[in-house]
């Protein structure tokens, strides 16, 4: 029989092995014994396989549940069943946990240390199994979490009234913990139970692999399958692909649209309205912000806990991958927000996971992000790098989306990212770059290109690091797109100044042309732009309403004829006057006023002319694609300038930012062409004043102007940018 040593560490859930104990044993002399840690079990009784006879009645050997008892002559192990009756009254056959061997194998669980298993979900988290074939097959749960410093782990749910003393688990190599729970299935609640080295029962833990969880603020995992994979279709490569147009529309799920009641709508509800709305506007992308699991509705998602799960807030993720394939029946791409910078503390999250600094950096100074209160990733950790890696390539094979928005990559980057001097650590090499997150972004990118062919990554990075859209191979850090937030900065600071000053601040709109071509850039105004503060961008124009919506207009124009590729959050389509409120829905209310309207309608026919045009798209990263025509003229507050497609056509784009109308005014252009009017924001379809040239046709004339050998005069609408095309 059990030792009394065993029995009390057994009732007290601190066994080191419970394995050796629990289950069917045999003993010095041969004799087979059955053990069973049952807490609320009134009688425990162990059959001969399933639906068998009774073979023995276990005796309790502790009042906190734990049953034992020595079986008939037996010659070797067999498949056996325990009867159980509970205090509440059910009773009910059940496979034993304890009477299986290890599953996971141990070479993959050694790729897993070495940080070289490219889908370490496969491995760790939940996943549904049966066990087993015919009568004796046992449908049941493969738990399994990494906590290497812990000295036990249980799982607790739904299945066990969760207490820890029912199912602790085997320790594995890499300091993996795993278990078989027979009768557990989808849609079970579960957590982790964990005691640390020093001996202290640590709150209850929800999976760092969980593909589900509870709806906010309940914080459990939820056992879900696998999602299979879904290969993103053919076609999205070619849209996907940096000579193509790209125009994103970003947007946050939850406050898109809204029920009467202030109830989010689920993903089904947004596939049926939000693809049609997207597309219709020309918009060729939408971007998601965070929709990975999160606890608190004011971080927008950017304080990710679920890096596998998509929020419950919107239904199971099989919703999601229907909403994925509407859009893309729609021609939409879809890219989603993905952070692997920093985690919240929450205590049910990944922040001191196993009661030692796990998935973070120990020393703060390099683990803790002192402007957000989170924690950030131990970059050079392997198995954290495994962790992070395989969330980006969950969502790109499981799900089939476009692409990643890297959020915060400049705080991966630099490990002085906001820290005064005596608050970093330096690398290994006395700099300070982050070596081991700018390796760990070579390794992610370097594995979307090769699993995920045509799928595509953007960073949003805000300093002067070098090569963030190079290849690999050649030092970059091999990203698709990365975000312009200079020029985004830049010409915010001038459009929002008054028109008679705007001639003291012209070269903020002609900076970005010297460097817009040292990376494949996106020009953001993403939802950072219209919160804490900072109104929304119709809100930063200066003047009165004429002259805002104008501004506006003129800007989008200034925008979509602009090399880089585009980004606009939800409701500056329509030109929202106020900051976004994440807590409402957008105040759709506003397109009855034909100001709203009329900018709706710029940025749709902006989208169609960026997509059908191929001089506005095709040579976008490269120097080739794009020449000034004027670009000193600050005094008039003139810019224009020609794109050009490689193949002989070109674009010509002209801005007056000040409300002033230009008449007569000239450009130079090719010799020998001519060229009609193709948009004018200052269009009475748009709101504006109809000034401009619709319908004529301007031949260049025979007069030398901006280094080229002949030009155009025309008129200058106010606050207005025209596109021009030849013939």
Partial sequence: MLSETDIQALVAARHPDPFSVLGLQADAQGRWWVRALLPQARRVAVLEGPNGRELAVLEQRHADGLYEGALPQRKGRFDYRLRIEWDDGRSGDYADAYAYGPLLPAAELQRFAAGEHLRP????????????????????????????????????????????????MRRREAGVWELFLPHAAVGDRYKFEIISRDGRLLPLKADPYARAAELRPA???????????????????????DDAPISVYELHAGSWRRHPDGRMYSWPELAEVLPAYVADLGFTHLELLPIMEHPFDGSWGYQTLGMYAPSARFGPAEGFARFVQACHAKGLGVLLDWVPAHFPLDAHGPARFDGSALYEYADPREGFHRNWNTAIYNFARQEVRDFLAGSALYWLERFGVDGLRVDAVTTMLYRDHDRPSEEWVPNIEGGRENLEAIGLIQQINRTVRSECPGAITCAEESSTFPGVTRAIEQGGLGFHFKWNMGWMNDTLEYVKEDHGRRKWHHEKLTFGLVYAFDEQFMLPLSHDEVVHGKGS??????????????????????????????????????????????????????????????????????????RTEPALHKLDGRKAGFEWIESGD???SVLAWLRHDGAGR???????????????????????????????????????????????????????????????????PPLATVFLLPG
């Fill in 634 to 636: 600050a005094e008039q």
């Fill in 219 to 241: 914080t459990a995992s939820i056992v879900a399958p696998l999602p299979p994979k879904r290969p993103l279709p053919a076609e999205r490569a070619g849209a996907n692909a």
């Fill in 537 to 610: 961008i119709l809100g930063r124009m200066p003047g009165d309403d004429w002259r805002r919506f104008a501004n506006l207009r003129a800007y989008y124009g200034f925008m979509w004829g602009h090399p880089g590729k585009k980004l606009l959050f939800m409701g500056q389509e329509f030109g929202q006057p106020g900051e976004w409120n994440h807590d409402v829905e957008l105040p759709w209310g506003l397109l009855a006023d034909e100001r709203h309207a009329g900018v709706q309608r710029l940025v749709r026919d902006l989208n169609w002319l960026y």
């Fill in 650 to 716: 070109s674009m010509l784009v002209a801005c007056n930012f000040t409300p002033t109308p230009r008449t007569g005014y000239r450009l130079g252009v090719p010799a020998g062409t001519r060229w009609r009017e193709v948009l004018n924001t200052d269009a009475s379809v748009y709101g504006g004043s109809n000034v401009g040239q619709p319908g004529a046709t301007l031949q260049a004339q025979p007069v030398p102007a901006h280094g080229q050998e002949a030009s155009i005069t025309l008129t200058l």
């Fill in 121 to 168: 979900y496969e491995l760790l988290g939940a996943h549904p199994l049966v066990l087993g074939e015919g009568e004796q097959a046992v449908s049941g749960v493969r738990f399994a979490v990494w906590a290497p410093t812990a000295q036990r782990v249980s799982v607790v749910g739904d299945f066990n009234t969760w207490d820890g003393r029912r199912h602790p």
